[in-house]
């Protein structure tokens, strides 16, 4: 937790989680909700002022058809008809008679017509017609209104009713209703406070109230009345009633909300949290290792749920299990180490013994190597005592010599002289002289030689030399093997060598000699009587090849398989171990590169060993160098 | 002679063109009438007219004559119209009027200020004939209320009625007819039970109401002044009532006006005793000359679809005055001599009218200068009928007109 860059502690998340959760819940609750109720609030609304306006329309419709049912009675009266026909005689009547009609109470002004439209009488003042024949009701099927002056304060309905004498339309009653008191009877300011109300007749907008910006979108046809009552909803009041439910709404949540995630949150503490974190601790001291006292947290501590009791008496159950395992792991760890410290052990032994079996194998040809200096040697050294007493001779001699010449006697002296030459002659003293020189070269030789030998036997024997070093691959690795094994081969067949210049190499050459050594014995014995072993070297690019190949049986392909295999061996017992392409595929493998082979049984056998350079890994490692 | 035999031949042709449409009439003659309520009346008026016209081939004074239809519903405002129509047309020569005494009075002044010759065969309002502030431009040959209310009068006396009860139609007909009434009445030093008035379009209920009344008044008979319609309104209310409830009417003939006898069929008539003033001829009930047989006959050569017998001369009275009206008229341009302007023919025509010497003979009577010229002193000078030719009538069980005491 301390190496994490900040991450959120459980209580935290679990509080956050919760948060989330429900402010998700809460924005769903409140947009369902919100989205219902709205939708709910909007029909109600829309129905509500379909109910309204049907009412007022209703209303307008009984004002209107009451009145015209009134006029018609009126017209329906004998005076009436008997003035229309007769209006001079009637004169004084009709007036007096008029002059006293009222319609539903209300005093309005009436207004007699004859036939043509002509006005016979009016309460009021005589205002000049504004119908020509034609546009006048012919029958009284419906009430025949029209808004005379609209918009102005003079604004009146007029309505006519025919007179009908012997089913002739002889003359109209008019009537003449204040608009205003229209809408003050049926109360069209208070319902246009809150709607824009409208009264079209043939298209033609007669009435207008309410706002004007609202644009009417609902339209109730007034049937009887032939004209339509347009409305549109104060769009703003219901925007107004929507965002107070909103707000309401959001309110009510977020305080609904604030105490449930109080309280959860309180819950989630007690109940969830602090054993979680109770259990974190536990597992905290067991990854500190720290000792847990069981005993004392149970007494201590109660869980409100049983699977979280059950969770820490199981996860006691495990410290304890885990306890007892870890002390067995740590055993089985010491065993186990030490059966690994004694395998590599042997597994070093096995190589030495490996080595130790190819150099037995070898131990033969190498005596050999080493007899025959040791035998030439000693030959020179016998020729050389030889030597050695003759000159010792000659030796003594010049010391008579000597001797007589300090006596100076001349005779004496002269025949010694011959003596002298005379064995000077009988051991041939010259070409002892030159020949000793040559015996001691070659003793010499001979003795290098059989250091030479010791030394490689010595460089591919060695075990101790693990540490790598940068060496020239065919000098010191190719070059020693072939050295090491070139008896054993001489006789066999004939080698085929091609080194090409490589770059030194960072590597355990003896391992890596051990490895050529070990694939040309296998050449070698892979040749029945006579044959041909090639070896080549090769830098190219990044990597180093060298190949052996032969050709003799080869290898059958269900050996090819398992060749690499510890122990598999096709010689006869007692011939190998069977580790050695083991072991040298593991020292390639060790050296990162790859041992493969390729063979073709009666045909030969092509090991290729393919080695990486590590250019920048060895100073030394000069290219070429 | 090519001409004459042209004529032979195509004479009866031009004749109907001349009664329809004749782009070359000269003379347009105006009957201005209801046809629609009293609708019987009009019809029988415009066959009247046009019988007597027939017989002289629609011409006069040498000119085609073209009659010209109005048909004003006994609205006075439309009556104006016609008038103020035929005031507008330089052919027009006389107006025939209809039933209705209302719209003549309530244009009595106009029809006279504008010099239109008013030939009146029905309207019996007395004032009709006697304008007084000018040339009197109105003549008629029918019931003169004047005299037409003392002969119903005389008659329910003669009956043995006692207490006759006035009900009359609130206009000037009906006051017209109040006065003579009660003068009548007044001068057998008697007086009416009560008085009555009523308006057009009356209800059922409004005549049921003043029927009671009446019966309440212990009236023995009723005086009723209507026209059809209202006549009908009266007759089904009286059905109404109980038997008992119901008083005899006497009426003025404005009742056979319309379709009163086929509303208030015979079999409903049963329960009715009605009887109603007529003139002093029917072509059923009076004794037929071969003149009046001549005249039925045209008659129904004319319009062979409507009058087939007698009694299909829905309102004879309309017809009789309405012919022998027609007739007079036809006399008096006969006896004068016409110009062009048709103005200036208009009132030679109406001198000619107040100066028949020569004896016409009409369905009626034969008149003996039937009209003199007016003046206050002579109320009856425009009036070619006088008390004598007054008589009740009553209705057949085929809707004929029988005459009473004949």
Not at chain 2, 83 to 89: E, G, P, V
Request: proline letters at 3%.
């Amino acid at each position: 937790m301390l190496n994490s860059p900040r991450k959120l502690s459980f209580s935290l998340a679990f509080t956050l989680f919760l948060l989330s959760i429900s402010v998700m819940f809460g924005f769903a609750i409140c947009a369902v909700v919100f989205f219902q109720v709205d939708s709910l609030v909007r029909e109600n609304r829309q129905d509500f002022i379909q109910q309204e306006m049907q009412g007022i329309s209703r209303e307008f419709e009984n004002y209107i058809v009451l009145r015209n049912k009134i006029l018609s009675d009126y017209a329906n009266f004998p005076i009436i008809v008997q003035s229309v026909m007769q209006p001079k005689a009637h004169r004084g009547s009709i007036e007096d008679f008029m002059n006293e009609l009222t319609l539903l109470g209300d005093k309005v002004p009436l207004t007699l017509r004859d036939y043509a439209g002509d006005t016979i009488y009016s309460t009021n003042e005589v205002k000049p017609s504004p119908h020509s024949l034609t546009e006048l009701p012919k029958n009284n099927d419906r009430p025949w209104f029209e808004f005379i002056n609209s918009n102005t304060e003079d604004a009146h309905i007029r309505l006519v009713t025919p007179i009908f004498y012997q089913n002739i339309v002889e003359g109209f009653v008019q009537a003449d209703i204040a608009l205003s008191s229209v809408i003050r009877s049926l109360a069209f300011k208070e319902h246009s406070k809150q709607h824009r109300i409208q009264f079209m007749k043939n298209g033609e907008i007669v009435l207008d109230l309410g706002s004007q910006e609202q644009a009417i979108t609902n339209f109730i046809p007034l049937k009887k009345l032939g004209i339509k009552l347009g409305f549109n909803t104060n769009e703003k009041i219901l925007l107004n009633s929507r965002k107070s439910l909103l707000i309401k709404l959001v309110i009510w949540l977020a305080f609904i909300w604030l105490i449930i995630v109080l309280v959860s949150y309180k819950l989630g503490r007690l109940f969830l949290i602090t054993p979680l974190q109770r259990l974190r601790r536990f597992a905290n001291d067991l990854a500190e290792g720290k000792e847990i006292s069981l005993q004392d947290a149970n007494n201590q501590f109660k869980y409100q749920f049983h699977e979280l009791a059950e969770l820490e008496s199981h996860f006691k159950t495990m410290i304890s299990k885990v306890t007892r395992r870890e002390a067995s792991l740590h055993n089985a760890k010491e065993s186990l180490q030490e059966l690994n410290d004694r395998l590599v052990e042997h597994q070093q032994q096995l190589l030495h013994s490996e080595k130790l079996a190819s150099v037995g194998q070898l131990a033969a040809g190498v005596a050999h190597e080493i007899n025959n200096p040791t035998g030439f040697v000693m030959g020179n050294i016998e020729v050389l005592k030889d030597y050695k007493d003759d000159i010792v001779s000659l030796f003594d001699q010049y010391k008579e010599l000597e001797q007589l010449i300090s006596q100076n006697n001349t005779e004496k002296i002269n025949d010694k002289i011959q003596d002298i030459q005379t064995f000077k002659k009988k051991h041939d003293m010259d070409y002892m002289l030159n020949d000793m020189h040559d015996l001691i070269k070659d003793s010499l030789d001979g003795t290098h030689r059989i250091q030479g030998i010791v030394k490689d036997l010595k460089n591919f024997s060695r075990i101790d030399s693990i540490e790598k070093k940068p060496v020239d691959i065919n000098e010191e690795v190719i070059e020693t093997a072939l050295r090491l094994v070139s008896n054993e081969l001489k006789y066999k067949c004939t080698l085929k060598k091609t080194l090409k210049p490589i770059p030194k190499y960072l590597c355990n050459s003896g391992e890596l000699s051990q490895v050529i050594l070990n694939l040309l014995v296998n050449a070698s014995d892979a040749i029945q009587d006579k044959g041909e072993i090639t070896i080549t070297s090769e830098y190219m690019e990044d990597y180093i090849q060298i190949q052996i190949s032969d050709n003799g049986s080869g290898i059958k392909e269900k050996d090819l398989i398992r060749l690499f295999d510890p122990f598999f061996t096709t010689k006869e017992v007692g011939k190998g171990t069977g580790l050695g392409l083991s072991i040298s595929h593991n020292i390639i493998e060790k050296h990162g590169g790859i041992l493969s082979v390729a063979s073709q049984v009666n045909e030969g056998t092509v090991f290729t060993i393919m080695l990486p350079i590590e250019l920048e890994t060895s100073e030394d490692s000069m290219p070429f160098s | 002679m090519r001409s004459f035999l042209l004529g032979l031949l195509l004479g009866p042709c031009l004749m109907l063109v001349a009664q329809g449409v004749n782009a070359e009439d000269a003379i347009h003659l105006y009957l201005g009438a209801d046809q629609t309520g009293a609708r019987a009346s009009g019809i029988s008026i415009e066959q009247g007219i046009r019988t007597a016209l027939h017989e002289v081939n629609y011409t006069l004074a040498g000119k085609t004559v073209k009659l010209i239809v109005k048909d004003h519903h006994g609205s006075s405002v439309r009556s104006k119209r016609h008038l103020s129509d035929f005031l507008k047309d330089k052919k027009a020569l006389a107006v025939f009027s209809g039933l209705h005494s209302p719209p003549l009075l309530d244009n009595l002044e106009f029809i006279n200020e504008n010099n239109i010759l008013m030939l009146d065969p029905w309207a019996a309002a007395g004032p009709i004939t006697r304008y007084k502030k000018g040339p009197n431009w109105v003549f008629r040959l029918s019931i003169d209320d004047s005299k037409a209310g003392e002969v119903i009068v005389k008659n329910a006396l003669k009956e043995g009625f006692k207490k006759p009860y006035l009900l009359l139609e609130e206009t000037g007909w009906g006051r017209s007819n109040f006065k003579t009434m009660s003068k009548a009445l007044k001068n057998l030093s008697l007086s009416a039970v009560g008085t009555q008035w009523f308006n057009w379009n009356l209800g059922g209920t409004g005549a049921k109401i003043i029927l009671r009344e009446i019966q309440a008044s212990g009236a023995d008979c009723i005086l009723l002044v209507a026209n059809a319609h209202e006549g009908k309104t009266f007759a089904k209310a009286l059905l109404a009532l109980n038997k008992s409830e119901r008083l005899p009417i006497r009426s003025h003939w404005g009742i056979t006006g319309g379709d009163f006898p086929e509303v208030i069929n015979a079999k409903l008539r049963q329960g009715i005793d009605l009887k109603f003033l007529q003139t002093r001829f029917s072509f059923i009930s009076s004794k037929q000359s071969p003149f009046s047989q001549k005249v039925f006959k045209t008659a129904s050569n004319l319009f062979p679809d409507m009058i087939k017998l007698k009694k299909d001369i829905q309102a004879p009275t309309g017809f009789i005055h309405a012919y022998d009206l027609t007739r007079l008229m036809i006399a008096a341009i006969n006896n004068s001599q016409f110009g062009d302007n048709m103005l200036q023919n208009r009132t030679i025509l109406r001198n000619a009218l107040e100066q028949i010497k020569n004896p016409v003979t009409g369905l009626i009577k034969t008149y003996q200068q039937p009209f003199k010229p007016y003046n206050p002193q002579e109320p009856d000078a425009h009036e070619a009928l006088t008390i004598n030719d007054l008589v009740m009538a009553y209705y057949g069980n085929q809707n004929q007109i029988f005459l009473d005491n004949q």
